[in-house]
C-alpha cells in the first residue's frame, strides 16, 4: 500500500526540535512505500499566529531534504493546504453532524460555563461538558460555537507504537468543533482533513493519547474509516525526567542550522531519537533511514535529548562528506568564516586541514582568523603552557632563534620537508615534541589548538611562519 502521510505543524514560532522530528517519520514512512508527503499549516488559532512563521517551517523541512508532494508552493488535488483557507470545507462536514443529530450549536455564555467548571472542581470531579448539555439548541450560525453530541462508549483501537489500547466513556465529551469565529478546532479540523486528502497514517506526539476517545466517535459518526495510529513517545529534556521544552535549551531548528549544523547530521539525530534499526551503525544518510526504518523499532519510551551526541555525529558528518566531495561541502561553508577570511583560495587550503577538528561549520570563525591575520602576541600563553613552563625566557628565544634558523634554510616549503626539518630541529635541541612544536605552534597561531604543524605551517607560508616567530622574539625583548 503507498501510504499517506503528513506534517501539520501550526505557524505559533519557531519550529521546535520535537516538531521536526514529527515531521521525520512520516516523511519516511511516505517515501519507503513511493506514497505522499502532505505538508499541512494548521493555522486555525489566529491569536497565537505569528508572521513569518510559515516560511520558517518551509524553510526548515527544504533544509533537511524533507520535499513535501503537496502543500504550498507545491499544490495537488487535496489544497487548499492552510486550514484557514478551508473553512467552507469544514461548514460542509460539520452540517453531516448536525442533520444526524450528532451535533448543536451552543448559546451558553463562558461565564456559565466557568461557573460549571468551578462546581466540578470543589465537588473533585472531571469536567464533562456533556453533563451540562442544553436541553434546546437554538439553529447554528456564526457567532457561536458548534459542539459535537457525545454519546459515550468503550472504545478498542490500536496504535502502531502502543499496540492494543481501550478508551472508555469517561474519555468522550461534548468537545467544541466549530468556534465562534467560524474557525474548527484542531479536534475536528485534523479529523476532515486527513479523511479528504487520504492520509492513511496519522503521526503526533503521545500527549494526544487521551483524547483518542474523542477521535473514534468523530470518526464513527462521519462514518469514516480510521487510519493507522502512530504515537510517538516525547523527546525527554536532558536531565530525562520531563519532556523537551524550549526553557531546556534546545534551540530551534534554524538556530541549529546558523550555528553551523548540518542537515544530514540534524536528520541523522533526530531520526535516532527513539529509534534503532537494532543494529551498531551510527551514521544514517537519508537514504539510509528511507530503506530502514520501521515503525515497529520505534521506542515506547521517551529519547532522553542529548545535544553534545549531535554535535558529535555533525564533526562525523563534515569528515564523510569531506572524503566523498570536499568542494561540494566547502561551498557550504561560506556564511561561516571570518570577515577577515575574504582569499577564497586560502580558505579552501585552511578548509582542507581543519575540517578533521572541525565540530560544526560555525567553528571556521573563532578556529581559522589566525590564517589569515597576525593573531595578537599573548606571552602568558606561552609561559602558561605545561610544556613551556619550565623554560625561561632566554630558553624560549633560543629555541625561537634555532627554529627560524632551520626554516629560513628550507627551498622547498611543503608538508613533508617542513616535517623532516622539524624532525632534524627536534633531534637537535633535544627537546620533546610537546615542547619544541608546542612552542613554534603557538608562536604562530596564539590558539588553543591548530591543525598538524607542518600544514598549519605550509598553509601560513615561508614569509608569514617566520615573521611571527620573529614577532614573538621581539616581544620577549621588549617585555
Not at 514529527?22 to 506514497?35: D, E, F, R, T, V
Not at 468551578?118 to 436541553?135: D, G, I, T, V
Not at 447554528?140 to 507504537?161: C, N, Q, S, T
Request: net charge neutral; aromatic share 10%.
Amino acid at each position: 500500500m503507498k501510504a499517506v502521510t503528513r506534517f501539520a505543524p501550526s505557524p505559533t514560532g519557531y519550529i521546535h526540535i520535537g516538531n521536526v522530528r514529527s515531521a521525520i517519520y512520516p516523511y519516511l514512512i511516505a517515501k519507503q512505500s513511493n506514497g505522499r508527503f502532505i505538508l499541512r499549516i494548521e493555522d486555525t488559532d489566529q491569536a497565537r499566529f505569528v508572521a513569518g512563521a510559515t516560511d520558517l517551517i518551509k524553510e526548515t523541512l527544504t533544509w533537511l531534504g524533507l520535499d513535501w508532494d503537496e502543500g504550498p508552493d507545491k499544490g495537488g488535488e487535496h489544497g487548499p493546504y492552510f486550514q484557514s483557507q478551508r473553512r467552507t470545507i469544514y461548514h460542509e462536514w460539520a452540517k453531516r453532524l448536525i442533520d444526524c443529530g450528532r451535533a448543536y450549536a451552543d448559546s451558553t455564555p463562558s461565564e456559565t460555563i466557568a461557573k460549571y467548571r468551578e462546581a466540578s472542581n470543589r465537588a473533585k470531579q472531571p469536567f464533562l461538558y456533556r453533563n451540562h448539555r442544553p436541553a434546546n439548541s437554538p439553529a447554528w450560525e456564526i457567532g457561536m460555537p458548534l459542539r459535537f453530541k457525545a454519546m459515550p462508549k468503550d472504545y478498542d483501537y490500536h496504535d502502531e507504537v502502543f499496540g492494543d489500547l481501550h478508551m472508555g466513556p469517561e474519555t468522550q465529551d461534548d468537545i467544541i468543533l466549530i468556534k465562534a469565529d467560524g474557525l474548527p478546532t484542531y479536534n475536528f479540523a485534523h479529523i476532515v482533513d486527513d479523511a479528504t486528502m487520504g492520509v492513511t497514517h496519522v503521526l503526533r506526539g503521545q500527549e494526544y493519547l487521551p483524547s483518542m476517545g474523542n477521535y473514534l466517535a468523530l470518526y464513527e459518526a462521519l462514518g469514516l474509516e480510521r487510519p493507522k495510529f502512530v504515537h510517538l513517545p516525547h523527546i525527554l529534556a536532558p536531565t530525562g525526567n520531563k519532556k523537551l521544552g524550549k526553557r531546556d535549551g534546545a534551540k530551534s531548528a534554524n538556530d541549529y542550522r546558523l550555528d553551523g549544523i548540518l542537515p544530514e547530521a540534524m536528520l541523522n539525530f533526530l531520526a535516532c531519537l527513539g529509534w534503532n534499526d537494532g543494529s551498531e551503525q551510527e551514521l544514517y544518510s537519508k537514504q539510509d533511514l528511507i530503506a530502514k526504518f520501521d515503525i515497529s523499532r520505534i521506542q515506547h519510551a521517551g529519547a532522553r535529548y542529548d545535544e553534545q551526541k549531535l554535535i558529535w555525529l555533525n564533526g562525523q558528518w563534515i569528515r564523510r562528506l569531506f572524503a566523498e566531495d570536499a568542494p561540494a561541502l566547502f561551498a557550504r561553508t561560506a556564511e561561516f568564516w571570518p570577515a577577515e577570511a575574504t582569499d577564497m583560495d586560502r580558505r579552501f587550503q585552511v578548509f582542507s586541514i581543519i575540517y578533521d577538528r572541525l565540530k560544526t561549520l560555525g567553528d571556521l570563525k573563532t578556529m581559522t582568523s589566525y590564517f589569515f591575520v597576525d593573531p595578537a602576541i599573548n606571552l602568558d600563553m606561552i609561559e602558561q603552557n605545561k610544556p613551556l613552563k619550565k623554560l625561561s625566557e632566554a630558553e624560549i628565544c633560543e629555541l625561537l632563534r634555532r627554529s627560524i634558523a632551520k626554516l629560513q634554510a628550507i627551498d622547498n616549503w611543503t608538508p613533508a620537508h617542513l616535517q623532516d626539518a622539524l624532525n632534524e630541529l627536534l633531534a637537535e635541541t633535544a627537546q620533546k615534541p610537546m615542547t619544541l612544536f608546542g612552542l613554534i605552534r603557538l608562536s604562530v597561531s596564539f590558539a588553543p589548538f591548530s591543525p598538524a604543524l607542518p600544514d598549519t605551517l605550509n598553509v601560513l607560508g615561508k614569509a608569514t611562519t617566520l615573521a611571527r616567530l620573529n614577532a614573538v622574539i621581539a616581544a620577549y625583548a621588549r617585555d
